[in-house]
C-alpha cells in the first residue's frame, strides 16, 4: 500500500462529519436573528443586502459592515446576543444528529495511520463538543475551534491555521475536508490541499469555481483520494 504522506487533516463538522443541520430550524433563526440586528437600529439596507448569502454569510457580513459605523463595544454587544441566539437553535439538534455515512470507519482508519485530525467549524465550540460527546468520537480530535470573537470563520483562514498550530503540523502537510466552497476556501488560504464532500444544499457553481484538490461523494471515499496526494 502506499504510504499515506498527510500529517494532519481538519474536518468541517456539519453535513461532514454529522447531519446536525437538517435537525435546525436556520429559517426561525435567521429571523430572529434579522429582528436582534434591527433592535440595534441595524440599517435595513445593510439586512437587506445581507439576508440573501444564507445565515451564516449574513452574520459574517453584517459584522463586516457594522465595523464601520458602530463601537467595539457596540458590536461585541451585538455579536454575543446574535451568536445565543444561534447556539439556542443548534442545540436543538444536538441530540437528533447521527454520524455521515463512512464517518466513524474512515476516523478509525486515519487513527490507524496515525494522522492526527481536528475540526473548525461555523457552529458553537459548545454545540460541537456536545455533538462529539455523544457520538463518541470527541477522542479522534486534538483540535476543536468553534466561531470564536477573535478568529475570522471560513472562507478566512484563520479556524484552520489554528487547528494545524495545535496539532502541530504544516498546513502543507495538511488537508482540509469539507461540504462547502468555504471549506476549501479557507483550506486553500490556509496552504493545504483540500477535499470536498458536496452535499444536496452545497453551491455547485461556487464549488467549482473554489477549486478543490478532490471531490469525493462521501466519507467512504476519503481513505484512496488521501492515498492519491
Not at 463538543?129 to 470527541?138: A, D, G, N, Y
Not at 476543536?144 to 477573535?150: D, E, K, Q
Not at 479557507?186 to 478543490?212: H, L, Q
Request: aromatic content about 8%; charged content about 25%; glycine content about 4%.
Amino acid at each position: 500500500m502506499t504510504p499515506l504522506k498527510i500529517r494532519g487533516i481538519v474536518f468541517d463538522l456539519d453535513a461532514t462529519l454529522v447531519n446536525l443541520g437538517e435537525h435546525v430550524r436556520w429559517r426561525d433563526a435567521q429571523q430572529e436573528i434579522i429582528k436582534a440586528y434591527r433592535s440595534y437600529n441595524c440599517s435595513e439596507e445593510d439586512l437587506s443586502s445581507c439576508t440573501t448569502k444564507g445565515l451564516f454569510n449574513l452574520i459574517h457580513e453584517m459584522e463586516t459592515r457594522l465595523t464601520a459605523k458602530k463601537s467595539s463595544e457596540e458590536i461585541e454587544t451585538i455579536r454575543n446576543n446574535i451568536w445565543r441566539i444561534l447556539d439556542n437553535y443548534e442545540i436543538e439538534g444536538v441530540e437528533k444528529c447521527s454520524l455521515m455515512p463512512g464517518t466513524r470507519e474512515t476516523l478509525d482508519w486515519l487513527n490507524d495511520q496515525r494522522v492526527i485530525m481536528a475540526i473548525c467549524t461555523s457552529n458553537s465550540y459548545k454545540v460541537a463538543i456536545s455533538i462529539l460527546m455523544r457520538l463518541q468520537i470527541s477522542s479522534y480530535f486534538k483540535s476543536v475551534i468553534g466561531r470564536t470573537p477573535n478568529l475570522l470563520m471560513k472562507p478566512y483562514p484563520d479556524q484552520p491555521l489554528s487547528c494545524f498550530k495545535q496539532m502541530g503540523v504544516d498546513p502543507r502537510d495538511g488537508v482540509m475536508v469539507g461540504d462547502s466552497h468555504n471549506d476549501v476556501l479557507a483550506g486553500r488560504a490556509a496552504g493545504a490541499k483540500t477535499v470536498a464532500i458536496p452535499v444536496y444544499f452545497t453551491n455547485k457553481e461556487a464549488m467549482e469555481t473554489a477549486k478543490p484538490d478532490a471531490v469525493i461523494k462521501s466519507m467512504w471515499e476519503l481513505p484512496t483520494v488521501l492515498l492519491s496526494f
